[in-house]
């Protein structure tokens, strides 16, 4: 099945600092979405992308769908310890078939 | 009410035991999923029903049987499970099979002893 490659798979930042992340792929994605999951938690959606080259932000979060359809990032401004967590990329392809990345582990130092 | 409820959030039980995992939302939405999580590892998709319909079943072992009695309900039943099936357990939900808007439980933390 299509893979997707998450990088990177942890982070270690100081409070206040800004935070990138991304995933790529070998094969198109018609959709790209964001998740952050706490422990003892299910993933909460943080941002959905429909359109190649699309920028979206929710608050301190700006996420876009890669011009290729194939890669997507994530960044995180001046980051806050509320911001730990795992964070995922997933991306459904023409099937509606959705994959996960492998998953970013955010952890931020007061 | 945006909210996908899991009941049991823990569960112990042994191999040659019979357990159900239970999934609720009353959100309206048409398809609910089952998702295995292993530590440290993304949602591996289970379970995909649409409409009340399996529509989607990844090859999943038949110790695991999925149901849905109606559109707001979804269970897992367990039977004779494994050691290596211990994991957490997502629910998710979207408002139809085409929608990627997922919206997930706490999950149920499953032990096999």
């Known amino acids: 099945g299509q893979q997707l490659n998450q990088s990177p798979q942890s982070m270690f930042i100081q409070e206040g600092e800004d935070v990138s992340m991304n995933c790529t792929s070998s094969?198109?994605?018609?959709?790209w979405l964001w998740y952050k999951q706490e422990p003892g938690e299910g993933p909460v959606l943080l941002i959905a992308?429909?359109?190649?080259?699309e920028l979206t932000s929710n608050g301190r979060l700006t996420a876009q769908f890669g011009i290729t359809r194939k890669d997507s990032f994530l960044n995180i401004s001046a980051s806050i310890p509320s911001d730990v967590g795992i964070y995922f990329c997933?991306?459904?392809?023409?099937?509606?078939?959705?994959?996960f990345g492998a998953g970013t582990r955010l952890t931020v130092k007061p | 009410d945006t909210e996908v409820t899991q009941t049991p959030k823990h569960l112990v039980m042994g191999m040659t035991n019979k357990k159900s995992l239970k999934c609720e939302q009353h959100?309206?939405?048409?398809?609910m999923y089952w998702y295995k999580q292993k530590a440290k590892k993304p949602p591996e998709l289970m379970f995909v029903?649409?409409?009340?319909?399996?529509?989607i079943n990844e090859s999943v072992p038949s110790r695991f049987s999925p149901e849905c009695p109606n559109s707001s309900l979804l269970n897992l039943h367990l039977h004779a499970l494994q050691p290596e099936d211990s994991a957490l357990y997502l629910c998710?939900?979207?408002?139809?099979?085409?929608?990627?808007?997922?919206?997930f439980g706490q999950g149920t933390r499953l032990t096999v002893v």
């Open positions: 094969s198109i994605f018609n959709t």
């Open positions: 992308l429909y359109k190649a080259g």
């Open positions: 029903y649409s409409y009340e319909k399996l529509s």
């Open positions: 998710a939900s979207t408002p139809n099979y085409m929608n990627t808007e997922a919206f």
């Open positions: 959100m309206g939405h048409r398809a």
């Open positions: 997933a991306g459904q392809n023409n099937n509606n078939d959705m994959r």
